[in-house]
């Protein structure tokens, strides 16, 4: 049976790819499994209906044979934990792609969600401009890290995995503070994500939805 996603009916950043139905698209075109989407409304998503399947209101959500989840890093190993590809085999292999998926989402994602608060929801509060170069600060110091972890191999560990879709998606936030370009190699990194086919595929479908029709 396909599983179905949920994604937002029509995505506030336009088809830009960032919100998170994209990991979980590109989750699944990686490993070449075909898929449906259910499109829900902000109002739908605080509906009982999609509460009993994401107790947050949010999406993305995943069902499939009678199972749903939530919580995007939960989806995406549950699809690299039940095909190939996304996994190494070898244990320890393994257990270093799935170290890199928590890294992405709770080491490295957390200050750059951060910049997004600082500018967008809160950058009209009178302390926003002295908050700025704080939360920015917080970035430079992950991306410093990384970099030099990444130094100048392809993916985080040998083979592309998991941790390498999460932590490209992650970055990806990134693109237009411009951040990106202070480290080369994160660039270089970012864009080879976002060369794979599964990737293009996977944004190709979200921009079909959600990009504005002249
Ligand atoms: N930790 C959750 C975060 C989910 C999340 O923030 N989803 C956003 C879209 S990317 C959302 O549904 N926002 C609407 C809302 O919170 O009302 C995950 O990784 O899946």
């Known amino acids: 049976m396909r599983p179905t996603i949920t994604a937002f009916e029509c995505s506030p950043d336009g088809g830009k790819g960032?919100?998170?139905?994209?990991?979980?698209?590109?989750?699944?075109?990686?490993?070449?499994q075909p898929y449906d989407v259910r499109f829900v409304s902000f109002a739908a998503m605080k509906e009982p209906a999609h509460l009993a399947l994401h107790p947050f209101g949010q999406i993305p959500t995943y069902e499939e044979d009678g199972m749903a989840i939530f919580e995007t890093g939960a989806i995406v190993l549950h699809i690299a934990e039940t095909r190939a590809g996304l996994l190494p085999v070898d244990p320890d292999a393994r257990a270093r792609a799935i170290t890199w998926m928590f890294a992405a989402l709770n080491t490295v994602e957390p200050p750059i969600l951060d910049l997004t608060v600082a500018r967008i929801i809160e950058g009209d509060r009178p302390w926003a401009a002295?908050?700025?170069?704080?939360?920015?600060?917080?970035?430079?110091?992950r991306l410093a890290q990384l970099s030099v972890r990444l130094g100048e191999a392809e993916w985080l560990d040998d083979v592309f995995?998991?941790?390498?879709?999460?932590?490209?998606?992650?970055?990806l936030r990134l693109r237009m503070s411009g951040l990106l370009d202070e480290y080369p190699n994160l660039g270089a990194y970012v864009a080879r994500g976002e060369a794979r086919p599964a990737y293009r595929r996977a944004f190709e479908a979200q921009r079909?939805?959600?990009?504005?029709?002249?």
């Open 161 to 171: 995995s998991a941790g390498d879709l999460l932590m490209v998606s992650v970055l």
């Open 208 to 214: 079909a939805v959600n990009a504005p029709t002249s």
């Open 18 to 32: 960032l919100a998170r139905d994209t990991r979980i698209r590109w989750a699944l075109e990686e490993v070449t």
């Open 130 to 141: 002295e908050r700025l170069p704080l939360v920015l600060d917080r970035i430079r110091a």
